[in-house]
């Protein structure tokens, strides 16, 4: 996958269509929220309510707010002084402020989010259950969507901390492996841009060298919004 995945927006949006909406709102959302250097599981949207003596009546992550959102089909309208972002739960206090990204900024993404949803073909928006899965078909949906890829030198390798100049290991798997774990636990992952996380030809490697020439964490996403469909109920 050392070339795009997907020749347009449109074609990408409309393949995210048919995965799962918890997915595809995360996809979105991080399309919007990376470049800006945040997480929506850890932002949160809080609320007051009680005036004069004011106080946070609602918290919840910028993810569940916009996943919420486009399950009722509905577009934010949020008011100044009222709701906020936040790096904590249930806090109003100005040091807590999320000062990168500002309420109006924020609705126009959930609307962005779910009137492309919503389009036609609009999204299923059921929690679909992921069926029963064998690492023969995963390792044969894998071979379609990489090809010329070598999936046993393909090793997803999470690290305690990735910017320090030696890398503590975490965990390594085999690329099969670790989807199959996700999947079979219901779970699409989906991966940040910053995790502590790389691609490597061999397991428990920091190494430079070792890195895949194709592959990257971000590379997944796409390639999840590929094969994921298949497995869906």
Do not use: W
């Not at 089909?73 to 009222?82: C, D, F, K, P, S």
């Not at 990168?100 to 919503?118: H, N, P, R, S």
């Not at 320090?164 to 975490?170: H, L, R, T």
């Not at 061999?202 to 999840?224: C, K, M, Q, Y």
Request: glycine share 4%.
């Amino acid at each position: 996958m050392n070339t795009q995945a997907f020749s347009t927006y449109s074609e990408r949006l409309l393949a995210l269509k048919l995965t799962r909406v918890d997915f595809a709102v995360q996809v979105l959302l991080g399309d919007h929220l990376e470049a800006l250097g945040l997480n929506p599981h850890n932002l949160y949207l809080n609320t007051v309510a009680g005036f004069p003596d004011p106080q946070v009546e609602t918290s919840r992550t910028l993810f569940d707010e916009t996943l919420a959102c486009v399950q009722k089909q509905t577009l934010a309208h949020y008011t100044q002084g009222i709701t906020n972002i936040f790096s904590k739960r249930y806090s109003f206090a100005v040091e807590d402020r999320v000062k990168a990204l500002d309420l109006i900024t924020f609705e126009k993404i959930v609307a962005d989010i779910v009137t492309g949803l919503a389009e036609k073909p609009g999204m299923d928006l059921s929690e679909r259950p992921i069926l029963p899965l064998s690492a023969e078909a995963l390792h044969g949906a894998l071979k379609v969507h990489l090809p010329g890829v070598d999936l046993e030198k393909v090793f997803i390798t999470s690290f305690v901390n990735h910017d320090v100049a030696n890398p503590v290991v975490f965990s390594s798997e085999p690329l099969v492996e670790y989807l199959l774990a996700h999947l079979r636990n219901n779970d699409i992952p989906y991966h940040a841009k910053g995790d502590p996380q790389a691609i490597y030809l061999v397991p428990f490697s920091g190494e430079e060298r070792h890195l895949h020439p194709r592959l990257t964490p971000a590379h997944l996403n796409d390639l999840l919004i590929r094969i994921v469909p298949d497995f869906l109920g």
